[in-house]
């Protein structure tokens, strides 16, 4: 499970779905989950992958920390 938080404008959004699905190839080898903050500028994007290696995971991670608009990553 990946953590991704960021702010809450649809760019944001589009772009964690577009690299985790440009790393794992299928859109069922993953599933996300959306909670805004309590004012709505910021977002947590919970990320269930299923990875076939550790390499894809590292991928992952390098992939989502040049995301534009993100505050952290874990």
Do not use: M, W
């Not at 404008?9 to 859109?27: G, M, P, T, Y």
Request: charge should be negative; glycine fraction near 4%.
């Amino acid at each position: 499970t990946l953590k991704v938080f960021g702010v809450h404008e649809q760019h944001f959004l589009d772009s964690v779905h577009r690299e985790v699905k440009n790393i794992l190839e299928a859109e069922d080898r993953y599933e996300t989950d959306l909670r805004p903050s309590s004012k709505g500028t910021y977002c947590a994007v919970q990320v269930n992958v299923q990875a076939k290696s550790a390499e894809e995971v590292q991928a992952l991670y390098v992939a989502l920390s040049d995301i534009e608009g993100l505050k952290t990553l874990l």
